[in-house]
């Protein structure tokens, strides 16, 4: 049985848990941007008026993210078979 005791967290639980949270806010964020983008944009375009250098680095950026996601993906659905 889990005592008053056991439910607290210390303080690198709450500095996760804190983290998490903006992490979803911005991730949301960027949804939002990039679908506004997407809808009233055609992709020539934004490349035609994007700073590349920037576009490019938003990109990679977006990939180490994209890449990172994936493998707590893997991983959570490894921890279901078991």
């Known amino acids: ?7 607290q967290f210390d303080i690198e639980q709450i500095r996760l848990v804190a983290d998490l949270r903006i992490m979803h806010s911005k991730v949301h964020e960027l949804f939002e941007v ?11 375009f934004i490349r ?3 700073d590349h250098a920037m576009l490019e680095k938003d ?6 993210i994209y890449l990172w996601f994936i493998r707590l993906k893997e991983e959570g659905l490894k921890l279901r078979k078991k």
């Open 59 to 64: 990109i990679q950026r977006v990939d180490e």
């Open 1 to 7: 049985m889990m005592t008053k005791a056991d439910k």
């Open 48 to 50: 035609k008026y994007a």
């Open 34 to 44: 990039v679908s506004v983008l997407k809808r009233g944009h055609e992709e020539n």
